[in-house]
């Protein structure tokens, strides 16, 4: 056993919590991300502290709120003074970790001219292209040029939008002429699988982050017609009146039927990035350092899927499928794992999952982040503090909304005003209750509980420069 295990975080893009076989979501095959869920905890209540990709990315590995980072959106760019310096990469390699991070990190906006670095403390770093402001030791354009430009010519040829989710013909999809093999995530994923059996002799920390299934729904030729059509589950058709109806026309013309075939395609990919992520449990094993590894699968966000109307997709919003995601922790058994094969209600955040690392590790510094080591759940002991709300932010049109999420209750402050729903009645938030006088109680528990939450951060930020050697002052000492 060792006495600072490994930490792996294996991550998807916009994937929706529910999305998983352990999750029994239709016929949707999930064998590697199954098993951790068997040798784990699953944790079924989990929400982003942000969304969409780059803030939630801060968000986990900083373990801070956005409103703490200063990043709320895809265009917020830090400039390298700013980064945390307890952030995950460089918390972990001043420890003596060897450490990596495999495939799309966003981390600071592609569009933004900066110079590049190890800003964020990963000594190897290889990803699907060249991502701004890093120094990347390879990556799959270089590798694979050829491949890269075919791809990129393909998607074009299929109308497909250069960010991916920005119309209807990314969200439909098409079936490639490249097999699972010859595409991004299979090479991100194969080069975290060679980093483990390249320091398989001292501890280390890997980040392998997948691009898919975010959108566009492109789907490897070997894995076309994996799931049919009309046999995947979809969400009940809406209710007239929705506040956020008019949000979505960049993704008009779509039938029930187009969004069995869009489903179809999604689940596609998350089987996908499982065979994916597969490769790195499988270097684990043949490196004996599974039992002993901490493991944890998540996603950096949702994806509402169709979940409020056909025109309904992505994640620039509050609503349940785009905050909520998936969370798989697999402990190191020396943690405990009385728990491994169950499920977890309790409120919990991507800000949880560093102060979580940090204390499997035995490394300082999870006192000083708001989140909430999850560390005791694994054995069956309660958590240091349990929140009464989950906190998702989102910054629209240069305004600050929130999500406040409880067990049964969920308060919006969104660009259509107060919303309220009873999770407990009404899990798909179709019925808006803030308009309600009964509802003026509720929603002040939710203003009360986001305050409190607030207070903790302030609190343990106060903390942060009292832990210092001290000696006798002297203002005229020479």
Sequence with gaps: MRAHPNVVILMNDQHSHDVLGCAGFGPLRTPALDRLAADGVRFTQATCASTPCLPSRHNLLHGLYAFQTGAYTNGHCLSVDE????????VFRDAGY??????????????????????????????????????????FVREHRDWAEAAWQEREAHGISKGGDGCTADYLGYVSEFPLAQCRDWYSAGKAAEFVENNADAPFLLVCSLIDPHAPHVVPKDLAGLYAPEEVPLPPAPPDGLPDASDYEQFAGLSRDDLKTVVARHMALVSATDACHARVL???????????????????????????????????????????????????????A??????????????????????AASLPGAGQLPGIDLGPLFSGRSPEREREAAITEYR?????????RGREWKYIHGPHGEELYHLAEDPREFVNLAVRPEARERIAEFKSALLEEYRVVFDRTANKALG????????LAP
């Excluded at 990190?105 to 990803?127: A, I, N, Q």
């Excluded at 009385?338 to 204390?359: K, R």
């Excluded at 629209?396 to 406040?404: G, H, K």
């Design 83 to 90: 980064i945390p310096s307890l952030t995950m990469g460089r």
């Design 98 to 139: 060897r450490t990596a991070a495999c495939g799309k990190m966003h981390l600071f906006p592609y569009s933004t001219r900066m110079e590049r670095g190890s800003h964020f403390g990963f000594d190897y770093r290889v990803g699907h292209f060249h991502e701004t402001g890093e120094t990347m030791q390879s990556h």
């Design 282 to 336: 499988d270097a684990l094993d043949r490196a004996g350092l599974y039992d002993e590894t901490l493991v944890v699968f998540l996603a950096d966000h949702g994806e509402l899927l169709g979940s409020r109307g056909t025109k309904a997709f992505s994640k620039y919003n509050l609503y349940g499928q785009a905050i909520r995601v998936p969370l798989i922790v697999k402990p190191p058994k020396s943690l405990g």
């Design 338 to 359: 009385s728990q491994a094969g169950t499920t977890c209600d309790a409120l919990v955040s991507l800000v949880d999952v560093l102060p979580t690392a940090l204390n």
């Design 396 to 404: 629209r049109q240069s305004r600050l909304f929130y999500a406040v």
């Design 468 to 475: 210092y050697e001290r000696q006798e002052w002297d203002f």
